[in-house]
């Protein structure tokens, strides 16, 4: 850094509230410096309190010469309120005095307030839920919109939903624009983020993959050029052409753990973004103009994160990982699985995006859980700041195995009724006679927890990243690519894929013991539907919702998906032999139509984000979609057929 060039500022990215309770509260945050802070409390209505940060409430962790994430974790001895405004603010403390945000993060308030504000809810009576957040779509973004709505009710606490639930693709660390790539590196010298050696690449470490003339758009062409190199290539890194959902953009793949920490800051916050530019790198005719275009989208983007990150300050966030999250078709199948972890480029890329989850999503689901991989993951980044800014390969590789094995990102809230958040990704159900073919979504010991966790429960509300009960023709596409052979050519993953999976899932719903309202919160697919679903032939059963709301920031291409809903309604109608002849004939599934669709329409195509209002039982009073062009879509009952 030379002598002219601005000082950092102290926060980078947050806060982010993360998993609050009346006794304990997470919250998430980057600095340039280890900071120290005091937090403030001031629940309406009562008298504030002020708590200082030291070390039994903050882990500091370095993961830059200028880059350290702060993990707040501060447990109450006096609970706070519930369904009241909480007004809170958070200082840092130097010489010169403290500083709250009105001084260092002004964007984040709403206008004519000092202080930010959260509500800790008496049940989940609301929750604000939604997937695919991708920077490079050209479109508006979902978290704007929300928090347009938000600031709309303010002062009506009543009205705040209790969480907001993403539900995967946080970030899409395998689809990345040129231009947002460019931001990456710039941002990674800004701050002097760790670097990294790269055993079986053809560049040696990060410093040379960041400088090499195929770091952009072509990094498909810096894969070892071995035989396992070139399947690796084909599978992992090909960017191979889906005729049904979307061309798989692997040219950008982030591969270090910075670029993929780089890349959370430039998609949560607007601060990084004032230290950056995208500039072109040389770049022959085509992939000039592509960035050019794409940078105008980014552009858009950049302009909507001081809303983004106004929203995650104000509603506690819980977040699951997709594919997309760490790398498309992640475990897709067990041949997948066999080729990517028998190299140690593509399991060190793997494990990077997992470090990164860890440290930004997963730890704020469940922090005691999740206690020794942080801790362990800490001590990593506090050897690199010892050594000059340089990860210990060895002490790396052995953390980010121990990151692949683990058995334990999915989640429960209490509450009423109860949230249950699904680990799809990493407890797959792998196809041991065809290991080419999907593996179910959870593995038996997996979803026998599930079944468990939902005996005799008279309600629940179930997180699955991939809807439970899609749409059955392009369910029925995916059946016939894998029948092929090709089901990386299609995102064949859904619960009906696996046969073994598919069943024990209809069997945990059709047992004696399973009586109460379950509704189903899901994302991936980039469209939004909703489901009301009933058992047949039993008086006394449960009731069923499928809601499903995606993307966030990206959507399905509008006239194949206009296609797929005209010939779902024609080729699966109630009285359909297709119909018949599906692994969900014991079930009387309802779709409901949109209210701003045309007549007939089930699929909504649109980024945005879901809203839904649950009674005492636990089922949905009302299902909403934020449209991020600004108006709300409903999805009411469905008439009996």
């Given amino acids: 850094m030379t002598d002219d060039t601005p000082p950092l500022p102290d926060v980078l990215a947050g806060p982010l509230l993360r998993r609050l309770s009346t006794e304990r509260l997470l919250l998430w945050l980057v600095t340039s410096r280890p900071l120290d802070l005091s937090l403030m409390l001031h629940p309406e209505g009562h008298p504030p309190r002020r708590l200082l940060l030291g070390d039994d409430r903050l882990r500091r962790v370095p993961v830059g010469r200028h880059a350290w994430l702060h993990l707040i974790d501060v447990s109450l001895a006096t609970p706070l309120p519930t369904g009241t405004l909480i007004d809170y603010d958070l200082k840092v403390l130097g010489e010169a005095g403290e500083r709250g945000i009105a001084d260092w993060g002004p964007h984040l308030l709403h206008e004519g307030t000092n202080y930010l504000s959260f509500v800790l809810g008496e049940r989940h009576h609301r929750l604000l839920h939604g997937s695919c957040r991708k920077p490079h779509h050209d479109g508006p973004d979902g978290l704007v919109r929300a928090d347009a709505w938000l600031a709309e009710r303010r002062r009506e606490p009543q009205e705040w939903p209790a969480w907001l639930l993403m539900t995967g693709d946080q970030v899409y ?119 050019l275009v794409e940078r105008a989208i980014i552009e858009r983007f950049v302009e909507g994160l001081p809303a983004c990150a106004r929203l995650l ?104 009724p109860p949230l249950l958040v699904l680990d799809t990704r990493t407890r797959r159900w792998r196809s041991e006679r065809h290991p080419t073919r999907p593996s179910g979504l959870m593995d038996w010991e997996a979803l026998i927890e599930l079944q468990e966790a939902m005996l005799d429960a008279p309600s629940a509300i179930i997180v699955s990243p991939a809807p439970m009960f899609g749409v059955k023709l392009i369910e029925a596409v995916q059946r016939l690519f894998v029948l092929a052979g090709k089901p990386l050519m299609v995102d064949a993953e859904n619960w009906m894929a696996h046969r073994g999976a598919a069943n024990v899932m209809l069997n945990i719903f059709r047992h004696s013991r399973t009586p109460g309202n379950y509704v189903i919160l899901s994302g991936d697919v980039h469209y939004s539907f909703t489901y009301d679903i009933q058992l047949r032939h039993r008086q006394e059963g449960p009731r069923l919702w499928q ?68 009674d005492a039982a636990g089922r949905p009073q009302a299902i909403r979609h934020l449209d991020a062009r600004g108006y709300e879509v409903g999805f009411p009952p469905a008439r009996e057929q």
Avoid at 176 to 202: K, Q, Y
């Fill in 547 to 614: 809601v499903t709301s995606s993307g966030i920031k990206n959507a399905f291409p509008v006239s194949l998906l206009d296609w797929f809903d005209r010939l779902n309604r024609w080729l699966y109608a109630p009285l359909s032999p297709l119909n018949w002849f599906t692994k969900r004939r014991r079930l009387a599934i309802h779709p409901r139509d949109p209210d701003r669709a045309k007549a007939g329409e089930r699929l909504w195509n649109g980024c945005g984000l879901g809203l839904v209002d649950f």
């Fill in 173 to 291: 660390a395998d689809d990345v624009a040129g231009p947002m790539l460019v931001a990456i590196h710039a941002l990674i010298a800004r701050l002097g983020l760790f670097d990294e050696t790269l055993e079986g690449a053809t560049v040696p470490d990060s410093q040379a993959l960041y400088r090499d003339e195929a770091t952009y758009y072509r990094r498909a062409a810096l894969l070892p050029d071995t035989e396992s190199g070139t399947a690796l290539r084909e599978r992992f890194f090909g960017g191979v052409r889906k005729p049904v959902f979307t061309t798989a953009n692997a040219h950008n793949h982030l591969i270090t753990f910075a670029e993929v920490m780089a890349m959370y800051l430039l998609a949560w916050s607007p601060v990084p973004w004032r230290l950056v530019e995208m500039s072109p790198p040389p770049l022959d005719g085509e992939h000039h103009h592509r960035f």
């Fill in 313 to 416: 300050a104000h509603l506690p966030t819980l977040m699951i990982f997709d594919d997309h999250d760490v790398t498309d078709d992640w475990n897709l199948t067990a041949d997948w699985e066999q080729v990517a972890y028998g190299h140690p480029f593509s399991r060190r890329i793997i494990g990077n995006a997992m470090l990164a989850y860890l440290f930004c999503q997963g730890w704020g689901n469940d922090p005691d859980r999740l206690a020794d991989l942080t801790a362990r993951g800490a001590e990593l980044m506090e050897q690199a700041r010892q050594r000059e800014g340089w990860l210990l390969a060895e002490e790396q590789d052995d953390l980010l195995r121990q990151l692949r094995r683990f058995q334990g990102w999915e989640f429960r809230i209490p509450g009423s």
